[in-house]
């Protein structure tokens, strides 16, 4: 199915002919795929397909070496990261880079942001509900948390900067089968709330559960793009882009 036969008028993010370079290494060849209003999209694929790259190039941090990134209509293609993140995209790197000497409540303000025009805001209390435990550690020292508590309190400094799209890379690696829930149940309700999703996530059942509407990437292009229904279905297609 290609991803441009359902190109929605209303998208809230377009990504088309997308092309990346790691120097000489060519990575993403052409990505189309397109994000509607509080919409959960998941990008699938093998390890090196191209997902993370394609988050890395939504956000300025990997140069497009060509295509279009537009939010709302705007294209951001080449812009700074900052300003990518102030016009409403907001990131949460596999890496989750929490701010190690600093407390949870300093990393949590360093998020905050004024609000994107028509995206929804975000208080500390709405965060300290979807999970406790960081209202518990509020004053623990970032370096000292636990993987999960880390990928929490990632997930949390980037909401708080009140985005339209929020980028999340393999947010549950690593975690424990409970906090992979707890994740999983957070995303649901960030989209209900009106944010709308790009999820790369290995967990083919977390995937299918929380998204929309999922992409399945291969050397760097999309080769499939349809309903979490539609994928399961189509036996040929996961055993040639997503068996391991």
Known sequence: MSAQSIQGADALLSVQGLHAHYGKSHILHGVDFH???????????????GRSTTLKAIMGLVPPSAG??????RDLAGAQS????RRGIAYVPEEREVFANLTVDENLRMGEQRATEGAPQWTFEQMFDYFPRLKERRNTKAGSLSGGEQQMLTMCRSLLGNPLVILIDEPTEGLAPKIVTVVGEAIQDIHRRGVSVVLV????AIALKVSSRVCVMGHGRIVFEGTPEQLTSNTQLLKDWLAV
């Open 82 to 85: 900052y300003a990518i993140c």
């Open 201 to 204: 996530e290995q967990k083919l």
């Open 68 to 73: 279009h990134i537009r939010l709302r209509g």
């Open 35 to 49: 994000v509607g209003r509080a919409e959960v999209v998941s990008l699938l694929g093998r390890n090196g397909s």
